[in-house]
């Protein structure tokens, strides 16, 4: 095939294509399928020409399409001309059934316009129905609210604070909620807030005037409890009396005590006791709790309890801090007392009731704290105040307040040993007051006694000491009367004024829920601190006072002697009232014989002194001569009195023991023979001449005649005149001038003159020679003078070889 035929053949080729596609996209955009943009944009974009003929194509397919149109149009024009006819046809009776039905219409409409309004009515009733149904229901569903809340209203009103928080509950949870639509229902919520805060406010001010109330009649609550307890004890102690006595048992109850306590217990108890049980009123009597209880279950309603509980702990640890807080003058009565416990006594009885009565708002951890703390503010008021106390009736009084303090609140469950143990603490306080005031009273007594025995003239006299004092003695009840008890008026004073004392310690010693042996230890201690201390610092300041002369001293030693032996009995009285044998291993022991016997030790320290003055005042009286030449023959005035006083004083050392009488004999020859000497050495007395020196000696000689005339029976041999041996031997040296034997037996065991110091000899030698040369002014043209100066001087000499030998050899 030639290049032209190929060309040609190429050419008709794509001429077939093109075609084809043009086809396609008239198909494409008679389908209306695809987008026709895309077909178009694909018929530009293939060739150049292609525009013309597409253009050409779709003209020829348009051409197709009419033809066809008119084919069907030829089709199908007899069968559209035929329905035009009838339609005429039907035009004429269209019209007449136009009339008809219009004239049909207006018939309808003239006979439906009353059954139209008719219809309106029955609507407009349906309606109003519907309407009074709704409003019915809705008005049953809010009457219940308005009826509950008129309730919350009256409640409130009422002041039943607890039933309207109920009340409020049932809204908040059941009924609102129905009709939380509705805007009264809004307001009724929102005011539900303001109501419990007013419930709030009004419960909290009820609590303050509860609190307020219970502080004004704490008092009155207290005295209540602790009448109610005392009642209790009483009853109990009537009781046991009876079931003892019932028994055959014995219990000690002291004679004192039962006329004073026990007596009236015993015979009026139990006809009384429905009295007392009318008087005495019950805390619920006397307070109303009813706030406290509302405003418990109010605030645990609204889900405050803690808020309650923590204000109403705070407000009364407050009030319990004022209670605790006493008077500055307490101490100064029993009533400032009395006041003080009641109102603690009120305050916890008060709280033991509000444990009980309620759960929660005072818990017994709560009650316990505050307890103690309070206990130990009231045992260090009690401690303070009761120092004040030096009237002992008082502190007794203040004691059995304690007691019967202790005993209300350990019944209401209280530990009250801290109490019992201060008790022991005031105890001792008012022994220290029993004896401030006992030693007022032995002070009296001693004023008031005469020292002298008791005289008595009959059996009744002497039975009335006998009574008040344990006295036996034989010999004095063989005696007939006139007679004389050997002790004076004190002895049987202060004897039953031990007793007393007794008594008094005894009182003190009751319902400290304590053992016999505890008291018997407590009675026989305080009884020991009065003979000891007190008794014993009496007696001394008698004996030492001015105008107490030897004569009472003397009798104060017999009283001390008689009290001493006493001592047994008030040991015995003292087992007679505990029941407590003296044969128990830690039985305390009375130290009355050492009391009594330091205090005759000081007596008889006090008769050696005074009787020593009493010589000294003798001794001062003492004129002698000094420069006589000779001796007036007797002995001198003031020593016979003297001797004569003390023959008189010995006498009446008769009832005294014998010792005493002997020592004072033998200390006041001592005493006497001591300034005897002391006369003789005074060394304001520059000379002696040997004529005083023998009237010395017939002064020596009559102390001595005194010492052997035996003025105190006991003594033995020459046992008294030892006492002046010094005295005579001195004398006997220089009256005998038996120099030479002095000097050649010196220091020897057996020496004659064994009792002259040398610088004895050596003083009183010194003043004779001064003597001698003044009244001896030609003694030295005589030629005995002479030798007899010379030996002096020999002697002098030798007697201070011998002092110097002493102080040599010391």
């Known amino acids: 095939m ?16 093109s075609d084809q596609t043009y086809e396609n996209v008239l198909a494409e955009i008679q389908s209306f399928e695809l987008p026709i943009e895309a077909t178009l944009r694909s ?3 293939d060739q150049p020409n292609a525009h013309k003929k597409f253009m050409e194509k779709l003209d020829n397919c348009i051409r197709n399409h009419d033809k066809e149109i008119e084919k069907m149009c030829n089709f199908h024009h007899q069968g559209f001309v035929d329905a035009i006819t009838e339609l005429l046809k039907v035009r004429t009776d269209a019209e ?43 008005l049953q569903l809010c009457l219940p609210v308005l009826e509950m809340y008129t309730k919350l209203k009256e409640q ?3 002041k039943r604070y607890y039933s309207a928080l109920k009340t409020m509950e049932q809204l908040e949870n059941v009924y609102f909620p129905r009709v ?22 009004i419960s909290m001010s009820d609590l303050k005037d509860f609190l307020e109330s219970i502080r004004k009649h704490s008092n009155k609550i207290g005295e209540a409890a602790m009448k109610q307890a005392q009642q209790q004890k009483t009853f109990s102690v009537a009781l046991q009396k009876q079931n003892n006595v019932k028994f055959g048992r014995h219990m000690y109850i002291n004679d004192r005590i039962t006329e004073e306590r026990n007596e009236i217990v015993l015979k009026h108890t139990f006809e009384e006791e429905d009295e007392n049980e009318e008087e005495v009123l019950t805390v619920q009597e006397l307070v109303d709790f009813s706030p406290v209880y509302r405003c418990l279950h109010i605030y645990s309603a609204l889900g405050d309890e803690e808020t309650f509980e923590n204000y109403y702990r705070k407000q009364r640890k407050k009030q ?41 708002l005072v818990t017994r951890a709560y009650t316990d704290e505050l307890w103690n703390m309070a206990l130990s503010k009231i045992i260090a008021v009690l401690r303070a105040h009761s120092s004040y106390c030096t009237d002992p009736d008082l502190v007794l009084e203040l004691k059995n307040l304690i007691v019967i303090f202790a005993d209300t609140l350990q019944g209401y469950g209280f530990p009250v040993n801290r109490l019992f143990d201060l008790l022991f603490e005031i105890r001792d306080q008012y022994n220290e007051t029993l004896l401030k005031k006992w030693a007022t009273v032995f002070r009296d007594i001693f004023e008031e006694d005469n020292y002298s025995p008791i005289p008595i003239t009959n059996e009744e006299e002497y039975k009335i000491v006998i009574s008040k004092f344990p006295f036996q003695d034989p010999d004095l009840e063989k005696q007939s009367f006139p007679k004389k008890f050997p002790m004076s008026q004190s002895v049987p004073h202060i004897y039953i004024q031990v007793k007393e004392f007794i008594y008094a310690s005894l009182k003190f010693s009751e319902s400290l829920h304590r053992s016999s042996t505890e008291i018997d230890d407590m009675l026989r201690k305080s009884t020991n601190l009065l003979l000891t201390r007190t008794l014993n610092s009496c007696l001394l300041n008698l004996i030492r006072k001015p105008h107490i002369g030897l004569t009472e001293v003397v009798q104060i030693i017999i009283n001390t002697t008689h009290l001493e032996q006493a001592c047994k009995y008030l040991e015995d009285f003292i087992t007679n009232i505990t029941n407590i044998s003296q044969e128990t291993v830690h039985t305390t022991r009375l130290y009355g014989l050492s009391t009594f016997k330091d205090a005759r030790h000081a007596a008889e320290g006090e008769i050696y002194t005074k009787l020593n ?16 030449s000779e001796p007036d023959g007797r002995a001198s005035g003031y020593l016979m009195d003297l001797i004569n006083f003390l023959r008189s004083i010995f006498q009446v050392f008769t009832h005294l023991p014998g010792k005493v009488a002997q020592t004072a004999c033998m200390s006041a020859c001592q005493h006497l023979s001591t300034s005897l000497m002391q006369m003789l050495l005074d060394s304001e007395l520059k000379q002696i001449s040997m004529g005083a020196i023998q009237q010395f000696n017939l002064d020596v000689i009559q102390c001595e005649l005194f010492a052997s005339s035996e003025p105190v029976p006991g003594f033995q041999g020459d046992t008294l005149q030892l006492a002046f041996i010094d005295l005579r031997q001195l004398l006997d040296l220089f009256m005998v001038w038996d120099w030479s034997t002095y000097l050649a037996d010196y220091g020897q065991p057996a020496s004659k003159y064994l009792r002259v110091n040398p610088n004895t000899a050596l003083t009183l030698l010194e003043k004779m020679k001064d003597t001698s040369k003044k009244n001896n002014i030609f003694a030295q043209f005589r030629k005995n ?15 201070r070889s011998l002092v110097n030998g002493m102080s040599q050899h010391t």
């Open 2 to 17: 030639s290049a032209t035929g190929k060309s040609g053949a190429c050419g008709a080729m794509l001429e077939e294509d």
């Open 43 to 45: 018929v530009y974009d």
């Open 96 to 138: 007449k059934l136009k009339v008809q039905v219009t004239d049909t219409n207006r018939r309808f409409q003239d006979a439906g316009k009353e059954v139209v309004v008719q219809t309106e009515d029955i609507i407009r009733c349906r309606i109003q129905q519907r309407n009074i149904t709704t409003v019915v229901e809705k």
């Open 156 to 158: 409130m009103s009422a």
């Open 180 to 201: 939380s639509q509705y805007r009264f229902c809004q307001l009724m919520i929102e005011n539900l807030p303001k109501l419990r805060e007013d419930i709030k406010e």
């Open 320 to 360: 319990a801090r004022l209670v605790l807080q006493p008077q500055s003058n307490m101490h100064e009565t029993v009533d400032g007392y009395r006041r003080y416990f009641t109102q603690i006594v009120g305050f916890f009885v008060v709280e033991d009731h509000i444990l009980h009565v309620t759960q929660g």
């Open 613 to 628: 003055q009493k010589i000294d005042e003798f001794v001062q009286l003492a004129d002698y001569d000094w420069t006589m």
């Open 785 to 799: 003078d002479r030798d007899k100066q010379k030996l002096i001087e020999t002697v002098m000499k030798q007697l």
